[in-house]
C-alpha cells in the first residue's frame, strides 16, 4: 500500500514539472475545484441555502412567536379603544348602550362582558358570535360558580398596577372544559351557547387564549371590562405554508444552480482566454489581445494587459536597437583598431612617424571603448542604487558657475545668454543636479548647428524651481522625442558635432525622478530645442 503511495506522489510530482514550460506557465490545468467558476458556483449555492436556511428557520421557530405578539397587539388595540369609548360616555344612556361591546364581539369573534364591581353582576355580555349572554355562559361560569369567578378577577385586576392587562393563557384558567350538558333538549337554555363553547376549545391551540381586562370608574359605578379570545389553531396554516415553502426551496435551488452556473461561466471566461494569452505572450509573441467582458473591473484587468503588452514590445523594440546601436558603436571603434594594428604590422612597423600615428589612433579608439563601458556601467549603477546626498544650497549660483565654466571651455565661440533669477535655494543633491546641468549645456553645444547660441534661464515658481537650456539648433522630430530619454537613443546621427552614446538623457531621467521633480523638451525640427527639469523647493 505504501509502495503504491509513493509511487503515486512520485507520478504527480513528475507530471508538475514537466507541466512547467515558458518561464513557469503550466500547461496542465488545476482541478477545477479551486477554480474561480466553481467558486462562483459554489458561493451561489452557499447564499440561497443560507436564505432558505433562514426562512424555514423563521417558519418553525419564530412565525409563532411573532403571530402571538401580533395578535395580542391587535387584541389589545381593539379592547382599549371599546373601554375608551364607555370611560368617556358623556351620560349614563351611552354607557348602558351595547352595541359597542356587541360589535367588537360579533365582528372579531371575542366572548365581551362588562361587571359590576358592587354586585358582581354581568351588566352586558356577548358571545362571539354576538348574542347576549350575561349568564356568561359561553365561558362555561355555572349560575352557582359565577360570583365567586367574578370576586376572584376583580382581585385580580385590582393586584395590577396598571387596572388592567392583556395576556396569553390557557383557556382552562378562566373556563370550565368539562361541560356536560345533562339536559340535551335544551330546557336549562344553555346548550345552544355550550355547544359553540366546546367547538371554540376545540379549535383553540394549545388550549390558548387572549384575555384582556379593564377596571374603571363611570358615575361612581366600578366597572370590569373582560374580554376572552380564543387563538385558534396554526397547524393547518403551517402545513400549507410548509408545502408552499417546499415549492419554494426546490425552484430556488434549482434557479440558483442555473444562474450561479451562467454568472461563474460569464465571469470566468474572459479571465480563462486571459490566461491562455499570456501564456502565449510569455513566449514572446506580442501580437496577442486580451478582452474583457464588461464588468469594470475585468475590463480594467484587460486594459492594464494589453497596456502592459504594448510596453513589454516597445521594451523588445527598445532591446533590439540598443544591441544595434550597442553593436555599432562597439564595432566602429573595433574594426579602426584592427585595421591599424595591421597598417603597424604589414606598412609602418618600421617608420617612426607613422608608426606612432597609427598607435595614436589605437589608443584613441581604446579610450573611445573605455569611456563607451564607463558609461553604460554607470548607467546601471546609477538605475539600480542612486543614493542621494541631499542638502540645502543656492542653485542660482550653481547654475552660473557651470555657466562660466563652459564658456572658458568653449572654443568654437559659442554665445551663451544668461537670465538667473538670484539666491533660489533648493534641498538637492548638488553633484547631480550639476551633472544634469552639464550634460543640458553640452547636448545644447553638440545640436546647435550653426546658430552657434544657446540661452539659460531659471526662475522661481509657487512650488518649484525651473531650470531652460535653449538652443536654436537642428532640433528633434516629432516621432523621436518619446525616445530620447531611453538609453542608448540617439538623435539623428547626420545632425551630430560631436560623438554621443545614448544615455546622457537616460541618466538626467533617473536623477530628477528620484528627486521627485519633473523633466522634459519642447522641440521642433529645425527650430531648435528646449531641455528643462524642475526641482521642489
Not at 418553525?60 to 389589545?76: G, H, T
Request: with cysteine; glycine share 6%.
Amino acid at each position: 500500500m505504501n509502495s503504491r503511495k509513493n509511487n503515486s506522489k512520485i507520478k504527480n510530482k513528475n507530471k508538475r514539472n514537466s507541466a512547467v514550460k515558458n518561464g513557469g506557465i503550466l500547461s496542465v490545468k488545476k482541478s477545477q475545484v479551486n477554480g474561480i467558476r466553481f467558486g462562483i458556483w459554489l458561493y451561489f449555492m452557499l447564499f440561497a441555502m443560507c436564505i432558505i436556511v433562514a426562512m424555514w428557520l423563521y417558519q418553525f421557530v419564530f412565525a409563532k412567536s411573532y403571530y402571538d405578539d401580533l395578535k395580542l397587539k391587535d387584541v389589545r388595540e381593539i379592547c382599549d379603544d371599546m373601554a375608551q369609548v364607555y370611560i368617556d360616555a358623556s351620560v349614563q344612556s351611552d354607557f348602558e348602550d351595547g352595541s359597542t361591546l356587541k360589535s367588537i364581539a360579533k365582528v372579531n369573534g371575542f366572548n365581551v362582558y362588562m361587571f359590576n364591581d358592587e354586585y358582581f353582576q354581568c351588566l352586558q355580555g356577548y358571545d362571539s358570535n354576538g348574542q347576549e349572554d350575561k349568564t356568561v355562559s359561553a365561558l362555561g361560569w355555572t349560575s352557582a360558580d359565577a360570583k365567586e369567578r367574578m370576586k376572584a378577577l376583580f382581585e385580580e385586576v385590582k393586584a395590577d398596577e396598571n387596572s388592567g392587562f392583556c395576556k396569553i393563557v390557557p383557556v382552562d384558567e378562566y373556563s370550565v372544559f368539562e361541560i356536560e350538558d345533562d339536559d340535551p333538549s335544551g330546557d336549562d337554555g344553555q346548550t345552544g351557547n355550550l355547544t359553540l363553547l366546546q367547538s371554540t376549545i376545540d379549535q383553540a391551540e394549545e388550549n390558548r387564549a387572549i384575555v384582556y381586562t379593564r377596571y374603571f370608574s363611570h358615575n361612581q359605578i366600578k366597572v370590569l371590562i373582560f374580554v376572552y379570545a380564543p387563538m385558534y389553531s396554526m397547524s393547518t396554516t403551517m402545513d400549507t405554508l410548509a408545502a408552499q415553502m417546499s415549492v419554494v426551496t426546490v425552484v430556488a435551488l434549482v434557479l440558483t444552480f442555473a444562474v450561479g452556473a451562467l454568472v461563474s461561466w460569464q465571469l470566468s471566461k474572459p479571465i480563462e482566454k486571459m490566461s491562455k494569452s499570456a501564456a502565449i505572450l510569455a513566449k514572446g509573441n506580442y501580437d496577442v489581445h486580451f478582452e474583457g467582458n464588461g464588468y469594470v473591473e475585468i475590463d480594467n484587468l484587460s486594459d492594464s494587459l494589453n497596456y502592459a503588452t504594448r510596453e513589454l514590445a516597445k521594451a523588445e523594440t527598445v532591446r533590439k536597437d540598443i544591441m544595434a546601436n550597442v553593436s555599432h558603436d562597439l564595432r566602429t571603434p573595433l574594426t579602426l583598431i584592427r585595421s591599424y594594428a595591421e597598417m603597424i604590422r604589414d606598412l609602418s612597423g618600421d617608420n617612426k612617424e607613422k608608426r606612432d600615428k597609427h598607435l595614436n589612433t589605437i589608443i584613441s579608439e581604446t579610450d573611445r571603448l573605455t569611456n563607451m563601458v564607463n558609461d553604460i556601467l554607470k548607467l546601471s549603477k546609477t538605475e539600480q542604487r542612486m543614493e542621494l546626498n541631499t542638502e540645502e544650497y543656492n542653485i542660482s549660483e550653481q547654475v552660473t558657475e557651470i555657466v562660466e565654466m563652459m564658456r572658458v571651455g568653449d572654443e568654437k565661440g559659442f554665445i551663451i545668454e544668461c537670465d538667473i533669477q538670484p539666491d533660489v535655494l533648493v534641498t538637492a543633491d548638488k553633484e547631480k543636479i550639476s551633472q544634469v546641468v552639464i550634460n543640458f549645456l553640452t547636448n545644447a553645444f553638440k545640436y546647435s548647428g550653426e546658430s552657434r547660441f544657446v540661452r539659460v534661464t531659471l526662475v522661481r515658481l509657487k512650488k518649484s524651481v525651473r531650470v531652460d537650456v535653449i538652443d536654436r539648433g537642428i532640433g528633434i522630430s516629432q516621432e523621436e522625442l518619446p525616445y530620447i530619454w531611453d538609453r542608448y537613443t540617439k538623435a539623428s546621427l547626420k545632425h551630430q558635432t560631436g560623438d554621443s552614446n545614448g544615455i546622457g538623457l537616460s541618466i538626467v531621467k533617473t536623477i530628477i525622478s528620484k528627486h521627485d521633480g519633473k523633466y522634459g523638451v519642447n522641440s521642433a525640427l529645425g527650430k531648435g530645442s528646449d531641455f528643462y527639469f524642475e526641482l521642489p523647493l
